[in-house]
């Protein structure tokens, strides 16, 4: 079997719409391997997740539901939220290492990823996995600056607050939009962390607007379709608890058939988040390489580089 389509070139200069265009045609070539490789990747700690996702939101329902659950459920609650936390942080990555490792792989495999195993990207993919560490790292270490900074105004004066939070919430809008591009940059580029993240800033601010139009429309249609498969979970959990809490001698916590229904849809549920996010990914890879092209020629440099070996 042969494509019936030319590779699509990444380094172009490409219109809002080419590149909504682009990453769609690039999803429609490459769904297979893409939930193939996410399916083996991703399905094992979804089981993980809607485990402890489940114990999570049943402990929130309890407490809020009797006050006096607060001292004997919050430890079970933050261990709940905790390992929630965990796996979606370890999933992300793990999925993000996945989705670029593919997209390299595609550009420089003469078959792209027809008839490709986990075998072939495994050592690009551990490479990808290793990175994007470090890129989680740095936001959970920005993430607990801003809170501290906050706790201490808070401490200086309550009334800081009022300024510092609008301030400090539009200058993270303002810096998360360029940052965007870090993770395809770093992962595409062999380059040093800090090096990257200046270049990302860099390119990012200088068309922030066309980063902002991106990261809000891919973000969306991701959105919508992690809505599909979070509203039977929702519906079912919602209704659930709010009987138990109506009906408290009704049992329905205990149930076997409602702990596997949610269980079963909250499986569902994580791992339609996690290949949700692939659309952003793929839309922010080809913004990535749409700025790299308007600011580098990269396409050019290996025409002429090409054109050398001639």
């Known amino acids: 079997m042969e494509y019936p389509r030319p590779k699509i070139p990444f380094y172009k200069v490409r219109t809002f719409g080419e590149k909504l265009n682009i990453s769609f045609e690039f999803l429609r070539e490459t769904w297979k391997p893409l939930l193939k490789m996410s399916f083996y990747l991703i399905l094992p700690l979804c089981l993980i997740q809607a485990f402890a996702m489940e114990a999570y939101i049943r402990m929130a329902f309890a407490i809020s539901g009797n006050p006096d659950h607060m001292t004997t459920g919050l430890v079970s609650f933050l261990g709940n939220y905790g390992l929630l936390m965990l796996c979606f942080l370890v999933g992300s990555c793990v999925l993000s290492a ?61 009334w800081t607050l009022v300024v510092t939070i609008p301030v400090l919430l539009i200058g993270l809008i303002l810096v998360a939009i360029p940052l965007a591009l870090f993770t395809p940059l770093y992962l595409f580029e062999d380059m040093p962390f800090a090096v990257a993240l200046n270049k990302a800033l860099r390119y990012g601010f200088s068309a922030w607007g066309e980063m902002f139009l991106v990261v809000l429309v891919f973000g969306m249609l ?22 138990a809490q109506v009906e408290p001698d009704s049992g329905i916590n205990s149930a076997l058939w409602y702990r596997v229904a949610t269980y079963l849809l ?21 913004q990535y390489f749409h700025l790299r092209e308007t600011k580098e020629g990269v396409s050019v440099k290996a025409d002429i580089a090409n054109f050398d070996r001639l």
């Open 222 to 243: 991701g959105g919508i379709i992690s809505g599909v498969t979070t509203m039977p979970w929702y519906v079912v959990t919602v209704i659930g608890q709010v009987f």
């Open 98 to 158: 996945l989705v670029y490792s593919l997209m390299q792989t595609y550009e420089r495999r003469e078959r792209r990823l027809l008839d490709i195993t986990l075998a072939d990207v495994k050592a690009l993919f551990m490479k990808n996995v290793g990175k994007m560490f470090k890129v989680t790292l740095f936001i959970i270490g920005v993430v607990l600056l801003l809170f501290v900074i906050i706790a201490l105004l808070a401490w200086v004066s309550l």
């Open 266 to 286: 909250g499986i569902i549920q994580s791992y339609g988040t996690y290949i949700s996010s692939i659309i952003s990914s793929v839309g922010i890879a080809f």
